[in-house]
């Protein structure tokens, strides 16, 4: 079996082969997309091998997608932990559509609930903005930040990295935190999940766990068909 951290080594000694890009302003802006198709294959081996955990894998599509941005950032240097989060905002919100994964031992640690923004959709997200009051979810990479204390309890700070996408992630107060409306009794009562502001909200049973999990620089990458990431276009 070969583990993303064993590629990641390979590949990070030709990212001309890669990506090509700059950092301007702490955004990560892409000057020039170089074609990625010389990693599919190797892609989809780690999809191939990821170590379920009893749980359900993501769908490929956005896994691949995800996992393309995470080798980008990890060669940069903007994220520290081979910790990759993908939400999948394609499914139900009905659905476990968050995932924790560790890419040092391949191994899903964590399947959750995940709600979007109030004015993103009822149960399907469908629609998406990075602009201020928008109570919109924001699609794209992000780096995760800080743990703080706020209204929600235990929360995490998240910086987008892509500029016109959700790079005012950290403005609009766009944070991982814990919501008792992510839950399936919710769910039951209303036919779907709750909503939030923007912001990625986790079940209360399990927001310290993931949150510590991910916190101080792992990659986030929030999925969606409509949109390609221009870190891998």
């Known amino acids: 079996m070969i583990f993303p951290a064993v590629l990641f080594f390979l590949f990070s000694f030709s990212p001309s082969k890669v990506f090509h890009s700059e950092l301007k302003n702490n955004n990560l802006l892409v000057s020039k997309a170089v074609p990625v198709s010389s990693i599919d294959n190797n892609v ?4 191939n091998n990821l170590h379920a955990n009893n749980f359900a894998l993501p769908k490929e599509e956005s896994f691949t997608q995800a996992l393309k941005g995470f080798y980008l950032l990890k ?24 995932w924790v994964i560790d890419l040092t031992t391949n191994t899903v640690l964590f399947q959750s609930l995940v ?3 109030r004015n993103t959709g009822e149960e399907f997200a469908n629609s998406f903005s990075n602009a201020q009051q ?17 209204k929600h309890g235990m929360s995490l700070r998240l910086d987008g990295l892509e500029k016109g996408l959700n790079d005012n992630a950290r403005s609009r ?61």
């Not at 932990?81 to 476990?96: A, H």
């Open 115 to 117: 709600a979007h923004g």
């Open 134 to 150: 928008s109570f919109k979810s924001s699609l794209g990479f992000y780096v995760t930040g800080e743990i703080y204390n706020g």
């Open 173 to 233: 107060g766009v944070v991982m935190h814990a919501a008792n409306y992510v839950s399936n009794s919710f769910i039951k009562n209303n036919k779907r999940l709750g909503r939030s502001q923007g912001c990625p909200a986790i079940p209360e049973e399990l927001s310290k766990d993931i949150i510590n999990a991910i916190k101080d620089k792992s990659c986030l990458f929030i999925y969606h068909p409509s949109v390609i990431s221009k870190l891998i276009s």
């Open 44 to 47: 989809e081996m780690v999809y």
């Open 75 to 98: 060669e940069k240097g903007l994220i520290k932990k081979n910790i990759l989060t993908l939400v999948d905002f394609s499914l139900s919100s009905n659905l476990k559509r968050l």
